[in-house]
């Protein structure tokens, strides 16, 4: 079965500042990767994702993340955070081939301070 | 511009009360899930609908049960509400059930149990 680790529950961080939120998967097989964002009071949504090809992805609002397959991970980043970041950061994974079954992480929280 | 409409966003039930929890999309996406999330927790997908073909998850207990009467509502049924079943319900669409898919999500109901 598949499982994805989260290991920040909670992020603080000022604006400005540079952010890697990690996520790691455990899964024998050939993945897809998502990056989902909850807003405050809002749905999640997705941030970016990775099913083949560069394993270098860019998403909305300036954040990437990279799939590292040797490391079984696929951190997100963004150079310099604003206030308006704040919010719950989600990693998921399907097994690539497999019917649409998203495994989630428990979530980390950022908040960032102006 | 709402794609995926919950409906309520907050529900309060008593203790082996039947409750209803309902979902439309404007998508006209084939597909359409439940996941429960509890507090600190990853969303846990509970089943889906491909078309009118249900998919029961293994682990989901026989008293969640889900309807989907057209292409446009599901509905999530918990036939006797234990606290235990607090937690956030969330609905979300896709298009097809591919694993490279992007799910769009509901902004989810909040079920209190008393």
């Known amino acids: 079965a598949q499982s994805v680790s989260q290991h920040n529950h909670h992020v603080i961080l000022s604006e400005a500042a540079s952010l890697e939120l990690g996520c790691n998967y455990s899964?024998?097989?050939?993945?897809?990767l998502f990056w989902y964002v909850q807003y405050p009071g809002q749905h999640l949504q997705l941030l970016l994702k990775?099913?083949?090809?560069?394993?270098l992805v860019k998403g909305i609002k300036g954040f990437e993340a990279e799939f590292i397959k040797s490391k079984f991970s696929f951190n997100l980043r963004k150079p310099s955070v604003q206030w308006s970041d704040t919010a719950e950061y989600f990693c998921?994974?399907?097994?690539?081939?497999?019917?649409?079954?998203?495994?989630f992480g428990t979530g980390t929280k950022l908040q960032v301070i102006p | 511009d709402a794609m995926v409409i919950q409906n309520p966003r907050y529900q309060v039930t008593q203790f082996g009360k039947p409750v209803t929890l309902s979902c439309s999309q404007t998508?006209?996406?084939?597909?359409m899930y439940w996941y429960q999330q509890k507090s600190s927790q990853a969303p846990k997908l509970l089943f889906h609908?491909?078309?009118?073909?249900?998919?029961n998850e293994a682990d989901t207990p026989d008293n969640f049960q889900s309807r989907r009467p057209n292409t446009s509502f599901c509905f999530l049924d918990i036939r006797s509400p234990g606290l235990g079943d607090a937690a956030m319900y969330l609905c979300?669409?896709?298009?097809?059930?591919?694993?490279?898919?992007?799910?769009?999500f509901g902004p989810g109901t909040r079920l209190l149990v008393l």
């Open positions: 979300a669409t896709s298009g097809r059930t591919i694993s490279s898919e992007t799910q769009y």
């Open positions: 990775y099913f083949s090809g560069d394993p």
């Open positions: 899964y024998g097989g050939t993945v897809n």
């Open positions: 998921a994974v399907t097994s690539s081939g497999g019917y649409q079954k998203v495994t």
């Open positions: 609908y491909y078309d009118k073909d249900f998919n």
């Open positions: 998508l006209n996406h084939n597909v």
